[in-house]
Nanobody
Framework: QVQLVESGGGLVQPGGSLRLSCAASGMVFSTHDMRWFRQAPGKQREWVASISSSGTTNYADSVKGRFTISRDNAKSTVYLQMNSLKLEDTAVYSC?????????WGKGTLVTVSS
């Protein structure tokens, strides 16, 4: 059974940094693309970043240049390094993968950017 468990969220001031982690199990991690999504209060979930099995990365325009997605296949973990955080980055961040026509989601980790 595929499980995704996020960690690393918390309270940070504007301009600060956080690194999120998503540990995967029950899957052959190295062969699957991984994604980060976020959902702010009262808003729809939005895609943040993706990393392919080969390491190719893509980012939403709103985070490009500030966030970096990476993966450690030996640890079955995907990371999201978030720098220069803004108030509007406040959200629950979830990781996602798509295997055999099914989406898998973690429960998410809350990031609050506030002064």
């Amino acid at each position: 059974q595929v499980q995704l468990v996020e960690s690393g969220g918390g309270l940070v001031q504007p301009g600060g940094s956080l690194r999120l982690s998503c540990a995967a199990s029950g899957m052959v991690f190295s062969t699957h693309d991984m994604r980060w999504f976020r959902q702010a209060p009262g808003k729809q979930r939005e895609w943040v970043a993706s990393i392919s099995s080969s390491g190719t990365t893509n980012y939403a325009d709103s985070v490009k240049g500030r966030f970096t997605i990476s993966r450690d296949n030996a640890k079955s973990t995907v990371y999201l390094q978030m720098n220069s955080l803004k108030l509007e980055d406040t959200a629950v961040y979830s990781c996602n993968t798509y295997i055999s026509a099914r989406n898998y989601w973690g429960k998410g980790t809350l990031v609050t950017v506030s002064s």
